[in-house]
T-cell receptor, first 108, second 113 residues
Protein backbone atom coordinates (compact mmCIF):
# COMPACT_ATOMS: atom_id res chain seq x y z
CA UNK A 1 0.00 0.00 0.00
CA UNK A 2 0.87 3.68 -0.14
CA UNK A 3 3.41 4.84 2.43
CA UNK A 4 3.13 8.33 3.91
CA UNK A 5 5.98 10.07 5.68
CA UNK A 6 5.71 13.40 7.45
CA UNK A 7 8.45 15.71 8.62
CA UNK A 8 9.48 17.04 10.98
CA UNK A 9 7.96 14.81 13.66
CA UNK A 10 8.02 17.64 16.20
CA UNK A 11 8.23 21.40 15.89
CA UNK A 12 8.35 24.18 18.49
CA UNK A 13 7.69 27.75 17.38
CA UNK A 14 7.39 31.14 18.95
CA UNK A 15 4.13 32.91 18.30
CA UNK A 16 4.34 34.87 15.04
CA UNK A 17 6.83 32.55 13.35
CA UNK A 18 6.24 30.77 10.05
CA UNK A 19 6.61 27.06 9.43
CA UNK A 20 6.53 24.45 6.66
CA UNK A 21 5.37 20.88 7.18
CA UNK A 22 6.15 18.23 4.60
CA UNK A 23 4.36 15.09 3.48
CA UNK A 24 6.01 12.55 1.17
CA UNK A 25 4.10 9.66 -0.35
CA UNK A 26 5.27 6.56 -2.14
CA UNK A 27 2.83 6.25 -5.05
CA UNK A 28 0.54 8.28 -7.23
CA UNK A 29 -2.54 9.57 -5.42
CA UNK A 30 -5.91 11.01 -6.38
CA UNK A 31 -6.77 12.16 -2.89
CA UNK A 32 -4.62 14.15 -0.47
CA UNK A 33 -5.90 15.93 2.60
CA UNK A 34 -4.42 17.81 5.53
CA UNK A 35 -5.98 17.59 8.99
CA UNK A 36 -5.40 19.32 12.31
CA UNK A 37 -5.92 17.53 15.61
CA UNK A 38 -6.24 20.02 18.45
CA UNK A 39 -4.92 19.34 21.96
CA UNK A 40 -8.38 18.05 22.96
CA UNK A 41 -8.27 15.39 20.26
CA UNK A 42 -10.74 16.86 17.77
CA UNK A 43 -9.81 16.29 14.09
CA UNK A 44 -10.59 19.01 11.57
CA UNK A 45 -10.21 18.84 7.80
CA UNK A 46 -7.98 21.69 6.57
CA UNK A 47 -7.46 21.07 2.86
CA UNK A 48 -8.36 18.68 0.09
CA UNK A 49 -5.42 19.13 -2.27
CA UNK A 50 -4.42 16.25 -4.57
CA UNK A 51 -2.55 18.78 -6.72
CA UNK A 52 -1.91 22.50 -6.95
CA UNK A 53 -2.04 25.20 -4.31
CA UNK A 54 -4.77 26.39 -1.96
CA UNK A 55 -4.91 29.05 0.72
CA UNK A 56 -7.20 29.55 3.68
CA UNK A 57 -6.27 32.51 5.82
CA UNK A 58 -2.85 31.97 7.40
CA UNK A 59 -2.69 28.41 6.10
CA UNK A 60 -1.78 27.32 2.62
CA UNK A 61 -0.90 24.02 1.01
CA UNK A 62 0.88 22.92 -2.13
CA UNK A 63 0.96 19.45 -3.64
CA UNK A 64 3.40 18.48 -6.38
CA UNK A 65 1.86 15.19 -7.40
CA UNK A 66 4.54 14.34 -9.98
CA UNK A 67 7.21 14.53 -7.27
CA UNK A 68 5.01 12.90 -4.63
CA UNK A 69 5.05 15.49 -1.91
CA UNK A 70 2.84 18.09 -0.30
CA UNK A 71 3.68 21.07 1.88
CA UNK A 72 1.57 22.82 4.50
CA UNK A 73 2.56 26.40 5.30
CA UNK A 74 1.55 28.12 8.51
CA UNK A 75 2.25 31.83 8.63
CA UNK A 76 2.22 34.11 11.69
CA UNK A 77 1.57 31.14 13.95
CA UNK A 78 -0.72 31.47 16.96
CA UNK A 79 -1.00 29.35 20.09
CA UNK A 80 -4.30 28.01 18.74
CA UNK A 81 -2.35 26.41 15.88
CA UNK A 82 -0.83 23.94 18.34
CA UNK A 83 -1.67 20.28 17.90
CA UNK A 84 -0.88 17.52 15.45
CA UNK A 85 -1.02 18.01 11.70
CA UNK A 86 -1.76 14.94 9.62
CA UNK A 87 -1.39 14.33 5.93
CA UNK A 88 -3.63 11.60 4.48
CA UNK A 89 -3.56 10.15 0.98
CA UNK A 90 -5.70 7.90 -1.16
CA UNK A 91 -4.93 6.13 -4.41
CA UNK A 92 -6.79 3.65 -6.58
CA UNK A 93 -8.65 2.16 -3.61
CA UNK A 94 -11.19 3.97 -1.47
CA UNK A 95 -8.84 3.99 1.50
CA UNK A 96 -7.50 7.17 3.07
CA UNK A 97 -4.12 6.46 4.68
CA UNK A 98 -2.68 8.77 7.30
CA UNK A 99 0.89 9.70 8.04
CA UNK A 100 2.23 9.70 11.58
CA UNK A 101 1.82 13.45 11.91
CA UNK A 102 3.79 16.52 12.94
CA UNK A 103 3.37 17.68 16.53
CA UNK A 104 3.41 21.48 16.59
CA UNK A 105 3.74 23.52 19.77
CA UNK A 106 3.40 27.30 19.47
CA UNK A 107 4.68 29.15 22.50
CA UNK A 108 3.45 32.63 23.48
CA UNK B 1 -27.52 18.61 13.06
CA UNK B 2 -25.26 16.58 15.38
CA UNK B 3 -22.67 15.51 12.76
CA UNK B 4 -20.88 12.29 13.69
CA UNK B 5 -21.74 10.90 17.12
CA UNK B 6 -19.63 8.25 18.82
CA UNK B 7 -20.61 6.38 21.95
CA UNK B 8 -19.33 5.66 24.50
CA UNK B 9 -16.60 8.27 25.01
CA UNK B 10 -14.68 6.07 27.44
CA UNK B 11 -14.72 2.32 28.06
CA UNK B 12 -12.71 -0.17 30.10
CA UNK B 13 -12.95 -3.83 29.12
CA UNK B 14 -11.48 -6.99 30.47
CA UNK B 15 -9.53 -9.25 28.15
CA UNK B 16 -11.92 -11.53 26.29
CA UNK B 17 -14.99 -9.34 26.68
CA UNK B 18 -16.93 -8.17 23.68
CA UNK B 19 -18.40 -4.78 22.96
CA UNK B 20 -19.70 -2.55 20.20
CA UNK B 21 -18.53 0.99 19.55
CA UNK B 22 -21.35 3.01 18.07
CA UNK B 23 -21.05 5.57 15.28
CA UNK B 24 -23.99 7.49 13.86
CA UNK B 25 -24.16 10.39 11.42
CA UNK B 26 -27.16 12.52 10.49
CA UNK B 27 -25.73 14.12 7.35
CA UNK B 28 -26.82 11.39 4.89
CA UNK B 29 -23.16 10.65 4.17
CA UNK B 30 -22.39 7.65 2.00
CA UNK B 31 -18.85 6.87 3.13
CA UNK B 32 -18.04 5.91 6.72
CA UNK B 33 -14.86 4.60 8.27
CA UNK B 34 -13.22 3.56 11.52
CA UNK B 35 -9.66 4.44 12.55
CA UNK B 36 -7.60 3.70 15.60
CA UNK B 37 -5.01 6.14 16.91
CA UNK B 38 -2.02 4.94 18.89
CA UNK B 39 0.91 7.05 20.13
CA UNK B 40 3.46 7.66 17.39
CA UNK B 41 1.48 5.77 14.75
CA UNK B 42 -1.01 8.28 13.41
CA UNK B 43 -4.45 7.02 12.46
CA UNK B 44 -4.76 3.55 10.99
CA UNK B 45 -7.78 2.50 8.97
CA UNK B 46 -9.68 -0.49 10.41
CA UNK B 47 -12.75 -0.86 8.17
CA UNK B 48 -14.71 1.36 5.82
CA UNK B 49 -18.02 1.42 3.98
CA UNK B 50 -18.98 3.15 0.74
CA UNK B 51 -22.71 2.75 1.40
CA UNK B 52 -25.36 0.70 3.16
CA UNK B 53 -24.69 -3.00 2.82
CA UNK B 54 -21.09 -2.55 1.63
CA UNK B 55 -18.03 -2.84 3.85
CA UNK B 56 -14.36 -3.50 3.27
CA UNK B 57 -11.16 -3.98 5.23
CA UNK B 58 -8.62 -1.29 5.93
CA UNK B 59 -5.01 -1.55 7.13
CA UNK B 60 -5.63 -3.24 10.49
CA UNK B 61 -8.94 -5.20 10.35
CA UNK B 62 -8.03 -8.21 12.49
CA UNK B 63 -10.06 -8.50 15.68
CA UNK B 64 -12.80 -6.15 14.46
CA UNK B 65 -16.11 -6.65 12.67
CA UNK B 66 -18.39 -4.08 11.07
CA UNK B 67 -21.74 -3.95 9.35
CA UNK B 68 -23.67 -1.17 7.59
CA UNK B 69 -27.38 -1.94 7.64
CA UNK B 70 -28.40 1.72 7.35
CA UNK B 71 -26.81 4.84 5.88
CA UNK B 72 -26.70 6.45 9.32
CA UNK B 73 -25.02 3.79 11.47
CA UNK B 74 -21.65 2.05 11.28
CA UNK B 75 -20.94 0.07 14.47
CA UNK B 76 -17.55 -1.47 15.22
CA UNK B 77 -17.56 -4.76 17.11
CA UNK B 78 -14.76 -6.25 19.17
CA UNK B 79 -15.60 -9.93 19.60
CA UNK B 80 -12.89 -10.82 22.13
CA UNK B 81 -10.99 -7.79 23.37
CA UNK B 82 -7.20 -7.93 23.74
CA UNK B 83 -4.81 -5.48 25.45
CA UNK B 84 -3.39 -4.68 21.97
CA UNK B 85 -6.75 -3.10 21.14
CA UNK B 86 -6.27 -0.42 23.77
CA UNK B 87 -6.48 2.74 21.68
CA UNK B 88 -8.52 5.78 20.76
CA UNK B 89 -11.06 4.99 18.07
CA UNK B 90 -12.37 7.55 15.60
CA UNK B 91 -15.29 7.27 13.23
CA UNK B 92 -15.40 9.50 10.15
CA UNK B 93 -17.88 10.10 7.36
CA UNK B 94 -17.79 11.65 3.91
CA UNK B 95 -20.65 12.95 1.76
CA UNK B 96 -19.44 11.13 -1.35
CA UNK B 97 -18.57 7.53 -2.14
CA UNK B 98 -14.93 8.37 -1.51
CA UNK B 99 -13.10 9.65 1.61
CA UNK B 100 -13.35 13.34 0.73
CA UNK B 101 -14.12 16.11 3.20
CA UNK B 102 -14.14 13.92 6.27
CA UNK B 103 -16.17 14.80 9.35
CA UNK B 104 -14.77 13.05 12.41
CA UNK B 105 -16.50 12.00 15.59
CA UNK B 106 -15.01 12.98 18.94
CA UNK B 107 -13.50 9.56 19.57
CA UNK B 108 -13.85 6.63 21.98
CA UNK B 109 -11.01 5.93 24.39
CA UNK B 110 -10.88 2.17 24.99
CA UNK B 111 -8.72 0.44 27.58
CA UNK B 112 -8.47 -3.34 27.68
CA UNK B 113 -7.03 -4.75 30.90
Amino acid sequence: GIQVEQSPPDLILQEGANSTLRCNFSDSVNNLQWFHQNPWGQLINLFYIPSGTKQNGRLSATTVATERYSLLYISSSQTTDSGVYFCAVGGATNKLIFGTGTLLAVQP
Amino acid sequence: NAGVTQTPKFQVLKTGQSMTLQCAQDMNHEYMSWYRQDPGMGLRLIHYSVGAGITDQGEVPNGYNVSRSTTEDFPLRLLSAAPSQTSVYFCASSPTFTPYGYTFGSGTRLTVV
